[in-house]
Every structure is written in structure tokens, then in C-alpha cells.
């Protein structure tokens, strides 16, 4: 997952891009409940610790790439808890491999965010209420691709397929009779705000970090306006940065790379800030279960707490940006989503 280590001067053109979203946010419309409810948990706390004492027997989640990294810690907690956990997975056969050695209710379900058909073979397939579902998979800073309708993948992958998964399992959803939907998102939304009149740099010249950020603001915003429509049904939406984790996400990242952004020193030794996987999928976990949480939805969360918003001169990394918690932003992005996926729920 990214992190602002040594991020700025990598990339020199993200403080203009957070002024300029500051100036596009000042009439910006956010959440009351965007702010700490001090949890008791924190940066170091573990998915297990925050599951402890959650009996989830008899609900079922989906958590898509819940094989590697964050995915299979939020699984291997999720089902420790007595779910049935449905594990959406790009390969298959791979996650059968990693999942061979985790206790609980776990099955495997071929789905690739990047497929369109896929997605809907995958909505189709399941039968019941779906209680929690993770939208954890994601690619980052990978060179330009796009998938067969012309998206650019990034967008595509890490928004657009999970929008349409959640509409085709909006009915299941719903069935929970109290569902949680969790976005994984991440510190890098601060690059800046989804492009709507250009979200598949068509015009626009790719840049990897760009693209990955407006996707992962895009994450944020998807859960604000998800929280909103969803609400009335028992549905309710959260995102969450999980902290800088080093995991199979980094693989388009060359090592000189990641040192010269801090992420390690050149003997390879990570950042003492980076967070173990345990760690890092603790957040998701506490957003999908914790009872802190009843009554709450559509904010912005990091180390197992709702995430205080950025204010000029605050903490060099972490705190949510007004442009990824932006209501108004959130409805127009939702727009841009239906009409793009072809998709209209909730």
C-alpha cells in the first residue's frame, strides 16, 4: 500500500494537485461523522485483535483478492470468526494454493475486476444475503493499460469493477438485512480527485501515481455515496487506508524506486512505519465488524478509527483530504460510474 514517505518529493506535482482540490473543496460538503471515536485500537493493533469476541457464525462475506497480502489476513480473520467467507479471486488456482492452510468456512470464486462479464458470472452465482463484503483487490502504479472497453486499468480495476460488483450483488446485500460494504482505498487519494471529464487519460498523459491516486479517491467517494443510497436498505459503506504495507501490490515497482519514496533503506530494510499484513488488514476488519460502528457509515478510516480530516500544516502522511469525503463529488462520480458501467442500483 502506498505511503507519503519521501512521497512530495518524488512527486513534485502533488502539492499543486492538493491546492487545487483544496480550492475545489471549499464549499465541499462532509460528513458530521467524519471525525475520531478514539476505538481503543491503533496503528499496531492486528485483524485478530480486532475481531476478538465477534462471532460472525451464520453470516457470509466476499472478499475479492482475499489470497495474498491484506486479502488473506482479512480472510483468515473473517473466517476465525465462524463466517463463510467467499474469496473472489483473479487466479484461482493460485488462491487455492495460498488458502490451502487457513481454518474456517472458505470458498473460492473466480471473478477479474478488469472483465466485465466476469463480474456479472460472479453476481450470478451467489445465492443469499452477502452480510460483508470487502472490496480489497487492487493494482497499483502499473503501466498504461486498458481493458477491452478502453478504460484505463487502474480506474477500471480498482473503481469500476468493484461498482459493478456491488450493483450485481446489491439484492444479496440488501437479503443481510444489515450489510456492510468496505472499500480499501489508501493514503495516495491525496494525489488528488478523479478527472470526470477525463477518468481513462484519454487526453490527459498517463502518469502511474496519478492514475493510482484518483483511483483510490475514487475508493473513498464510491463509499460516501454508497453509504447514502444504501443506508435505507441496512447497507452501510466505509473506506480505509491501511497503512504502508510492502506486499505483492509493489510488483510493477523497481527497488530503486521504493528507496528513493523511503519506503527502504538500500539493504532492503523496510520503513519502521510500514505496518506487518496483520496489521495492515486490521482496519478492513474493524470497518466490516466492529459494533463501534452501528448507526455509522459513508467516512474515511485509518489505524482502526475514522480518520481525521487534513488540515493545512497537519501530519506529513495520513488524515483524509475534503476531495475523497466530498459528498457532492461522491454523487457526481456515482454518475459518471452508471454511465460508464452501464450499471444503475441503489
Request: proline share 3%; net charge negative.
Given at each position: 500500500?502506498l505511503?507519503?514517505?519521501?512521497?512530495?518529493?518524488?512527486?513534485?506535482?502533488?502539492?499543486?494537485?492538493?491546492?487545487?482540490?483544496?480550492?475545489?473543496?471549499?464549499?465541499?460538503?462532509i460528513?458530521?461523522?467524519?471525525?475520531?471515536?478514539?476505538?481503543?485500537?491503533?496503528?499496531?493493533?492486528?485483524?485478530?485483535?480486532?475481531?476478538?469476541?465477534?462471532d460472525?457464525t451464520?453470516?457470509?462475506?466476499?472478499?475479492?483478492?482475499?489470497?495474498?497480502?491484506?486479502?488473506?489476513?482479512?480472510v483468515?480473520?473473517?473466517?476465525s470468526?465462524?463466517?463463510?467467507?467467499?474469496?473472489?479471486?483473479?487466479?484461482?488456482?493460485?488462491?487455492?494454493?495460498?488458502?490451502?492452510?487457513?481454518?474456517?468456512?472458505?470458498?473460492?470464486?473466480?471473478?477479474?475486476l478488469?472483465?466485465p462479464?466476469?463480474?456479472?458470472?460472479?453476481?450470478?452465482?451467489?445465492?443469499?444475503?452477502?452480510?460483508?463484503?470487502?472490496?480489497?483487490?487492487?493494482?497499483?502504479?502499473?503501466?498504461?493499460?486498458?481493458d477491452?472497453?478502453?478504460?484505463?486499468?487502474?480506474?477500471?480495476?480498482?473503481?469500476?469493477?468493484?461498482?459493478?460488483?456491488?450493483?450485481?450483488?446489491?439484492?444479496?446485500?440488501?437479503?443481510?438485512?444489515?450489510?456492510?460494504?468496505?472499500?480499501?482505498?489508501?493514503?495516495?487519494?491525496?494525489?488528488?480527485a478523479?478527472?470526470?471529464?477525463d477518468?481513462?487519460?484519454?487526453?490527459?498523459?498517463?502518469d502511474?501515481w496519478?492514475?493510482?491516486?484518483?483511483?483510490?479517491?475514487?475508493?473513498?467517494?464510491?463509499?460516501?455515496?454508497?453509504?447514502?443510497?444504501?443506508?435505507?436498505?441496512?447497507?452501510?459503506?466505509?473506506?480505509?487506508?491501511?497503512?504502508?504495507?510492502m506486499?505483492?501490490?509493489?510488483?510493477?515497482?523497481?527497488?530503486?524506486?521504493?528507496?528513493?519514496?523511503?519506503?527502504?533503506?538500500?539493504e532492503g530494510?523496510?520503513?519502521?512505519?510500514?505496518?506487518?499484513?496483520e496489521?495492515?488488514?486490521?482496519?478492513?476488519?474493524?470497518c466490516?465488524?466492529?459494533?463501534?460502528?452501528?448507526?455509522?457509515?459513508?467516512?474515511?478510516?485509518?489505524?482502526c478509527?475514522?480518520a481525521?480530516?487534513?488540515?493545512?500544516?497537519?501530519?506529513?502522511?495520513?488524515?483524509?483530504?475534503?476531495?475523497?469525503?466530498?459528498?457532492?463529488?461522491?454523487?457526481?462520480?456515482?454518475?459518471l460510474?452508471?454511465?460508464?458501467?452501464?450499471?444503475?442500483?441503489?
Amino acid at each position: 500500500m502506498l505511503t507519503s514517505f519521501g512521497f512530495a518529493s518524488r512527486l513534485s506535482w502533488s502539492t499543486n494537485l492538493e491546492k487545487q482540490s483544496m480550492r475545489e473543496t471549499t464549499v465541499a460538503q462532509i460528513s458530521e461523522l467524519q471525525k475520531p471515536i478514539n476505538s481503543g485500537f491503533g496503528m499496531r493493533s492486528s485483524a485478530m485483535d480486532v475481531i476478538h469476541g465477534i462471532d460472525l457464525t451464520g453470516k457470509t462475506a466476499v472478499v475479492t483478492g482475499g489470497y495474498s497480502g491484506l486479502g488473506l489476513e482479512t480472510v483468515r480473520a473473517l473466517a476465525s470468526a465462524g463466517a463463510r467467507v467467499i474469496v473472489a479471486a483473479r487466479r484461482p488456482d493460485a488462491a487455492a494454493t495460498e488458502l490451502a492452510g487457513v481454518a474456517g468456512k472458505i470458498e473460492i470464486a473466480a471473478l477479474d475486476l478488469g472483465d466485465p462479464a466476469s463480474i456479472d458470472a460472479f453476481g450470478e452465482s451467489l445465492s443469499g444475503p452477502v452480510h460483508i463484503l470487502i472490496n480489497n483487490a487492487a493494482i497499483m502504479a502499473n503501466p498504461l493499460t486498458r481493458d477491452s472497453r478502453g478504460y484505463e486499468s487502474q480506474f477500471a480495476t480498482n473503481h469500476l469493477g468493484h461498482f459493478q460488483l456491488v450493483g450485481r450483488l446489491w439484492d444479496n446485500l440488501v437479503a443481510a438485512k444489515g450489510a456492510r460494504v468496505v472499500s480499501v482505498s489508501s493514503i495516495g487519494h491525496r494525489i488528488g480527485a478523479p478527472d470526470l471529464n477525463d477518468p481513462n487519460f484519454e487526453t490527459t498523459p498517463y502518469d502511474k501515481w496519478l492514475s493510482y491516486g484518483r483511483a483510490k479517491s475514487a475508493n473513498s467517494l464510491f463509499a460516501v455515496e454508497l453509504d447514502a443510497r444504501g443506508k435505507a436498505h441496512g447497507i452501510r459503506a466505509f473506506s480505509l487506508h491501511p497503512g504502508g504495507i510492502m506486499t505483492n501490490l509493489q510488483r510493477h515497482l523497481p527497488q530503486e524506486e521504493m528507496i528513493a519514496m523511503g519506503w527502504m533503506d538500500k539493504e532492503g530494510n523496510l520503513n519502521p512505519l510500514f505496518k506487518t499484513t496483520e496489521q495492515g488488514a486490521a482496519t478492513s476488519v474493524w470497518c466490516a465488524t466492529s459494533p463501534q460502528l452501528d448507526g455509522i457509515g459513508g467516512v474515511y478510516c485509518e489505524d482502526c478509527d475514522i480518520a481525521v480530516r487534513h488540515v493545512a500544516g497537519g501530519k506529513a502522511h495520513g488524515e483524509v483530504r475534503d476531495h475523497a469525503v466530498d459528498q457532492d463529488a461522491a454523487r457526481d462520480l456515482w454518475a459518471l460510474s452508471e454511465n460508464l458501467t452501464g450499471i444503475s442500483y441503489g
